[in-house]
């Protein structure tokens, strides 16, 4: 197998052992064009040996494009920093780049908006993120993942559930798709779980956290005892919304000014509220 050096301002020469030996073509002009002459390698700080050679320190290789008509071109650069290619127009950086570097790969496209991923997530522009979550609920999710907003508010999926979380990464605010299990005097506060926090399964019942402390917290289920989602026809008043959405049979008091048709679903009857005060039936 050939061994490949590779010249700074040179032609490439390929040799059978990794002798150091130098092709120039800027010999002597003879009737043929100019005649090749060779050198040593050695003592020459310019000269980088692809098979077992190095770089001085701080050095860098960069290849151009030629510009296109739109005098557009690309630099891609290799160091002992990583690898990075840039555009230009007419010679001036576009600010359009991707690099690998030992932390991750970034890209940006010259317009605000870049990216970063590394080892600890895709990191974008804006601030947000995508992640593991912050902290594991300890359901065999191992963390699950995340969205991760610039002012670090979580949104978390972690072993079939979806959980909203504090700044912290750790509170959790409420907890949804929990399926048929209720909460329990273990699910307190070194868990994450606050005075407030809900915890919803999948028919919609809804448990809300009164106490959380270790061991003995207490969970009651929410007024209404469930959350349901239906769908309401008929017309609504301008800046008002037809369709409702979370209604409870006991906390309907006057809609008022607010829509008018019939909404049914959900509460095992219809409800008329086309006279502004519903008639439930």
């Not at 690099?99 to 600890?120: C, K, Q, R, V, Y």
């Not at 907890?175 to 506060?189: F, H, I, L, Q, T």
């Amino acid at each position: 197998m050939s061994d490949l050096i590779i010249v700074e301002n040179t032609d490439v020469v390929a040799v059978e052992t990794p002798v150091e030996l130098l092709l120039e073509t800027s010999g002597p002009q003879g009737p043929a064009g100019p005649s090749a002459t060779w050198e040593s390698l050695s003592g020459k700080p310019d000269v980088l040996i692809a098979s077992g050679g190095a770089l001085n320190p701080d050095a860098a290789l960069t290849a151009s494009t030629t510009p296109d008509g739109a005098d557009r071109s690309t630099d891609t650069e290799f160091g002992g920093w990583g690898f990075g290619v840039e555009e230009k127009i007419d010679g001036t950086n576009t600010g359009k780049q991707a690099t690998l570097e030992p932390d991750g790969f970034h890209t940006a496209d010259g317009s605000g908006n870049s990216a970063h991923l590394s080892p600890t997530g895709l990191l974008l522009g804006n601030g947000s993120k995508l992640q593991k979550g912050t902290t594991d609920a300890g359901l065999g999710g191992n963390g699950g993942i995340a969205l991760r907003c610039s002012l670090d508010y979580e949104l978390k999926w972690d072993a079939g559930r979806l959980f909203v979380m504090a700044q912290d990464g750790f509170t959790i605010r409420r907890v949804e798709y929990c399926g048929v299990a209720v909460p329990s005097a273990n699910d307190d506060s070194t868990k994450g779980f606050v005075v407030g926090s809900l915890w919803i399964l999948d028919d919609g019942t809804v448990y809300e956290c009164t106490d959380n402390a270790v061991e003995g917290a207490t969970w009651v289920e929410a007024p209404g005892g469930s959350v349901t989602y239906g769908t309401a026809a008929g017309t609504a008043t301008e800046g008002n919304d037809a369709r409702i959405a979370n209604i409870k049979a006991n906390s309907i008091s006057t809609l008022d000014g607010v829509a008018s048709g019939e909404y049914t679903g959900g509460i095992g009857g219809s409800i008329d509220i086309s006279g502004g005060n519903p008639d439930i039936g």
